[in-house]
Structure formats: C-alpha cells, structure tokens
C-alpha cells in the first residue's frame, strides 16, 4: 500500500514552453500533498503544499504563477511548469500523506511517501 | 524556524557493520520523526519513524529517539553494500509539513 506515482518520469523541453507533471496516490486518499524540488547533490525543498479542493500554499521564494499546482481530487495533484527556463531543471518530487490515517481524527504521525520524481531538463 | 541538523558525511563502514546516524533538531515541539532512505537519483523512500522517546527496531534498522536532547537516530546492523545511500532525517509537529536535514551520505565498503 501507499504507493505514489509520478508522470512523465523525465521530461525535456524548450526554454519557453509550459510543462505539466502529475501525481497520483495509487491505492489511497490524500487530502494532501506536497511537492518538492532537488538540484543534484543538495536536499530536499518544500515548494507548496498541495490541499485537495483548496488553493496551494506555497513557501517563500516558490513563485505562485510561475509553479501552477491543482489538487482536484483525492489521488490527483498536478504541478505545471509555466514559461520554464534553463535554471527551472531539476528534479521535482511528490509526496502524499494517506487521507485513511487520519480518519478517526488528529494524529501525530505524518508519513509522507514519495513518488518516483520527474526529472526536467530545460533546453 | 525549525531546523533539522545532519553531518553530511559520508560515512564509510565495512560490510557486517553497524552504521549509526544522527540527526538533531531545533524544536522542542516536534512530535514524529522520520528516516528516509534515497538512493543517487531517486525519490526519498520512508524506512521507520519514531513518536516515543526510547528505541524502535524493524528488521536491521533500529530508530532512536530522546526528546529531552533533540536527538534522533538511526542504527543499520549487518550494513550491507546495497544500504549506501542517503539518509534523510525529517521531523514534523502535529499536522504541519515536514522538515527534512539535509541528509548523511552512508558508503558500506564490501
């Protein structure tokens, strides 16, 4: 169970163009997911925080317009690249947290699984 | 703000080894814990996480938690080549978001 996936697993575009990845909780219900952004050899970065049926809350720095994220239903969020650049490569990861955990009220855990990520490559 | 500290590494062990890895942590109010294993180029994969102070074990990993020193930590037994990776720390309070360390290369020598 808790499995997340990711599509395209790469992708390479032009400099200019807009480019769409998607990820979907499999075999689960997340109200919530989050995306991520790696540059090689660094660590993990909190872009936004995906809320299904709301708008995403996105963390300091994350331009809003340019990183368009959907959440429209409960295995679906989808992250848009907008006008990507060369300095937009990266590889762009997702995490979800299983909705069913949480049903019986508040938690303290908070495990994330993590999709396959997307490496994006802007010519 | 919260801040998850990791020694980036690496750290080298012979095969057959234990391997053990820290982490610490700024905010007394961390309330779950997390170890992450990610392998070159690919996603985070979660290996345990941690709530109560003391020990929790799973399989040859073993997770380590004392709040009163903001410390957490990971043991591998028996580290084995295919263990070389690298190791994310994350903690998180209630609900909120995770916060990960930036991670401690792991490199098991045959």
């Known amino acids: 169970g808790a499995v997340v996936s990711q599509h395209p697993s790469w992708v390479i575009c032009k400099s200019g163009t807009s480019v769409k990845i998607e990820c979907r909780s499999l075999d689960f219900q997340a109200t919530t997911m989050f995306w991520y952004r790696q540059f090689p050899k660094q660590s993990l970065m909190l872009m936004a925080t995906s809320n299904e049926g709301s708008k995403a809350t996105y963390e300091q720095g994350v331009e809003k317009d340019k990183f368009l994220i959907n959440h429209a239903s409960l295995t679906l969020s989808t992250l848009t690249v907008t006008s990507a650049h060369p300095e937009d490569s990266s590889f762009y990861i997702c995490?979800?947290?299983?909705?069913?955990?949480?049903?019986?009220?508040?938690?303290?855990?908070?495990?994330?699984?993590f999709g396959p990520g997307t490496r994006l490559t802007v010519l | 703000q919260k801040e998850v500290e990791q020694n980036s590494g690496p750290l080298s062990v012979p095969e057959g080894a234990i391997a053990s890895l820290n982490c610490t942590y700024s905010d007394r109010g961390s309330q779950s814990f997390f170890w992450y294993r990610q392998y070159s180029g690919k996603s985070p994969e979660l290996i345990m996480f941690?709530?109560?102070?003391g020990d929790k074990e799973d399989g040859r990993f073993t997770a380590q938690l004392n709040k009163a020193s903001q410390y957490v930590s990971l043991l591998i037994r028996d580290s084995q080549p295919s263990d070389s990776a690298t190791y994310l720390c994350a903690v998180n309070i209630g609900y909120s978001t995770l916060t990960f360390g930036k991670g401690t290369m792991l490199l098991v020598s045959p």
């Open positions: 941690i709530y109560s102070n």
């Open positions: 995490s979800a947290r299983d909705y069913r955990r949480y049903s019986g009220g508040f938690s303290t855990y908070n495990e994330q699984f």
